[in-house]
């Protein structure tokens, strides 16, 4: 059972343009959701994070948005950069439960 | 302050014999967890302990998978009879307390079982 669905396995955006990775989920009871960053050969690094009770936050480059009747988030950055080239994790959690991840999205920036 | 750190960093094992594999969590953090990621999957949960509380195991695949946090602070994850599906890298993250929802990762432990 796949709560948390990240169905683009791969995207690829052009440097200075707006990259949007998306995530589907089942579970209405998750109450906060988090995007995490990977790089080869390293363990994912925390990027930015939104409570059910908000439908956008942002951080710099990064925005991420909720939209809970869809049960559906995405992470939006903008401008692109180089080393925005990664995996990002999709994760949602609810209440001191573990996190659920998604599969991963592999986000290309080309020059 | 240093991070999460894990080891080794990978291991290469024949099918039958046992690993163990090691963690150690950013000092001070009181939740620790440990993930998988088989080829071209997710993270999958499989251990979490916070403090001294019982850890939750609901994510260990089979009994040859067990797991223990010494005083609080080190953890190492023990695959016995190691199968050519345990490969994948294992994957260790802390969090400051329960219900602190952001978790720092460690670089992983890349299992190979040939």
């Known amino acids: 059972d796949q709560q948390v669905k990240q169905n683009s396995p791969s995207l690829s955006v052009q440097e200075g343009r707006i990259s949007i990775l998306n995530c589907d989920y089942t579970n209405s009871m998750f109450d906060y959701f988090l995007w995490y960053k990977k790089y080869p050969a390293e363990g994912p690094t925390f990027l930015i994070s939104?409570?059910?009770?908000?439908d956008k936050n942002e951080d710099g480059r990064f925005t991420v948005f909720l939209n809970k009747s869809a049960k559906h988030l995405s992470l939006h950055i903008v401008p692109s950069q180089p080393g925005d080239s990664a995996v990002y994790f999709c994760a949602a959690i609810r209440g001191a439960q573990k996190l659920v991840f998604g599969q991963g999205t592999r986000l290309t920036i080309n020059p | 302050g240093a991070g999460v750190s894990q080891s080794p960093s990978n291991k290469v094992t024949e099918k039958g014999k046992d690993v163990e594999l090691r963690c150690d969590p950013i000092s001070g953090h009181t939740a620790l967890y440990w993930y998988r990621q088989s080829l071209g999957q997710g993270l999958e949960f499989l251990i979490y302990f916070q403090g001294n509380s019982a850890p939750d195991k609901s994510g260990l695949p089979s009994d040859r998978f067990s797991a223990e946090r010494t005083g609080g602070s080190v953890s190492t994850l023990t695959i016995q009879r190691t199968q050519q599906e345990d490969s994948a890298v294992y994957l260790c993250?802390?969090?400051?307390?329960?219900?602190?929802?952001?978790?720092?990762f460690g670089p992983g432990t890349r299992l190979t079982v040939t």
């Open positions: 993250a802390s969090s400051f307390r329960q219900g602190v929802y952001e978790q720092y």
């Open positions: 939104i409570s059910s009770i908000k």
